[in-house]
């Protein structure tokens, strides 16, 4: 990248790390580690391969986002609950504005000295209010706990780190839902541009359950990096949904490690992009357990000039036996310029397991958009309502009412 960029974010890091903040001394420690673990690594370069097709150089913003606009209310139609709300402005965490309930109680935050990649890292140097909540052992939260980043004028041409921890003890239930909520001004919206650079670090002790939905949607000027890193112990589930709906560039990490018997993984994830939208998804997950299961299934739609890539791995460790594990990347292509990069791979080292990779390409059927044109339906109308169809077989695999009608809501007004 340009190193005089990369050469003004090392200052800016540098100066945030050596600056006190309101952080435990340990913890103001670990930031000094993650800084010097990001200038001995740098930024991911193309001789990775897991960010073979990923380039970032134009488009990095060194300054951090650290203050919000105190005069301007965050709205609340995209939570599902408004008692049950998180809310972050600019990145920092709204006390004022959030809603716990019953049963999630607010820690310290977890100090962390390893990390998978520069970009974990840069997090947690940078993250100014991160947060780690802990839901108490047979507790079952009924609706969904939203998410909300509120982001505002102030982190115009800014890099914003949210950093979120979450553990569930033995046999409780979370369902969390991540959204934005844009309070720019209308007179730099269309060019209003920042960086997102946001990690959730999910512990689920033994019988616990966590679904997970991320919706992306919004300003198209954005460049975000979303970073997911789950441990999964016995009888333990979790699911995962990430819609893109169309960004700028978008970066999905999703690390799931399956370290006790009969755990349950789903990742799943959606794409739908125009113009010369960019998204990127890698996922690593790891049975290092016998009788754990995992299921990937990752569906995407390219038109004009956009570009997707899907690059996930399953791994299974030497005798961890009975193991289960699915992946599954499909694609329909509706232009000549757009771009797929998919990558399925299998890292098996054991005997006695049941695994399948694949991927598909294709387009729409004229067949089927002639049927509907036969019936009355415009064109325009029928491409749009075979590929809400062809998304939507993920929605269904979440198996919750709720969030699916809240999901068709959203696909309706951005598809």
């Known amino acids: 990248m340009n190193e005089l960029i990369y050469n003004e974010l090392l200052k800016e890091l540098d100066k945030h790390v050596q600056?006190?903040?309101?952080?435990?001394?340990?913890?103001?420690?670990?930031?000094?580690?993650?800084?010097?673990?990001?200038?001995?690594?740098?930024?991911?370069?193309?001789?990775?391969e897991r960010?073979?097709?990923?380039?970032?150089?134009?488009?990095?913003?060194?300054?951090?986002?650290?203050?919000?606009?105190?005069?301007?209310?965050?709205?609340?139609?995209?939570?599902?609950d408004k008692e049950q709300v998180i809310v972050f402005r600019n990145g920092q965490f709204s006390r004022e504005l959030s809603r716990l309930p019953d049963g999630l109680k607010a820690l310290s935050p977890a100090i962390k000295t390893d990390f998978r990649h520069s970009f974990d890292a840069l997090n947690f140097i940078s993250a100014p209010d991160a947060q780690c909540f802990k839901l108490a052992a047979h507790t079952k939260i009924e609706k969904p706990l939203t998410i909300i980043?509120?982001?505002?004028?102030?982190?115009?041409?800014?890099?914003?780190?949210?950093?979120?921890?979450?553990?569930?003890?033995?046999?409780?239930?979370l369902q969390l839902v991540e959204r934005f909520e844009y309070l720019v001004s209308a007179n730099i919206k269309e060019q209003f541009e920042f960086n997102f650079n946001r990690t959730i670090h999910a512990q689920c002790a033994n019988g616990a359950r966590l679904v997970h939905l991320n919706i992306l949607d919004g300003l198209k000027n954005a460049v975000v990096l979303n970073h997911l890193e789950v441990e999964l112990k016995r009888d333990?589930?979790?699911?995962?949904?990430?819609?893109?709906?169309?960004?700028?560039?978008?970066?999905?990490?999703?690390?799931?490690?399956?370290n006790g018997e009969n755990a349950q993984a789903h990742a799943m994830g959606m794409y739908s992009l125009s113009a010369r939208?960019?998204?990127?998804?890698?996922?690593?997950?790891?049975?290092?357990?016998?009788?754990?299961?995992s299921h990937q299934h990752y569906k995407g739609i390219l038109r004009d000039e956009t570009q997707a890539v899907y690059n996930g791995q399953i791994d299974i460790a030497k005798d961890c036996s009975q193991v289960q594990s699915t992946q599954l990347n499909n694609n329909l292509i509706l232009s000549k310029k757009s771009r797929l990069y998919t990558r399925p791979q299998l890292l098996v080292s054991t005997d006695d397991v049941k695994c399948s990779h694949g991927a598909?390409?294709?387009?729409?059927?004229?067949?089927?958009?002639?049927?509907?044109n036969a019936r009355g339906i415009s064109k325009e109308k029928a491409i749009k309502m075979l590929s809400q169809g062809f998304?939507?077989?993920?929605?269904?695999?979440?198996?919750?009412p709720l969030l699916e009608t809240y999901i068709q809501k959203v696909m309706e007004e951005n598809l």
């Open 277 to 293: 939208e960019k998204s990127d998804f890698f996922t690593l997950l790891k049975h290092n357990a016998p009788h754990t299961e």
């Open 51 to 80: 960010y073979l097709n990923f380039d970032l150089q134009k488009d990095l913003k060194f300054k951090i986002s650290k203050n919000f606009d105190h005069q301007k209310e965050t709205p609340w139609e995209k939570a599902l």
């Open 19 to 48: 600056t006190e903040n309101a952080y435990a001394p340990s913890y103001q420690q670990a930031q000094k580690i993650a800084f010097q673990f990001f200038k001995e690594h740098g930024l991911p370069q193309k001789s990775d």
């Open 236 to 258: 333990s589930f979790f699911q995962s949904l990430t819609i893109d709906l169309g960004i700028k560039q978008s970066r999905q990490d999703c690390y799931i490690e399956l």
């Open 149 to 173: 980043y509120a982001i505002d004028d102030l982190s115009f041409q800014k890099i914003i780190c949210p950093r979120l921890h979450f553990i569930l003890e033995s046999h409780a239930e």
């Open 360 to 372: 598909t390409i294709g387009d729409l059927s004229e067949d089927e958009i002639f049927y509907l």
């Open 391 to 400: 998304l939507f077989e993920l929605v269904l695999k979440l198996n919750q």
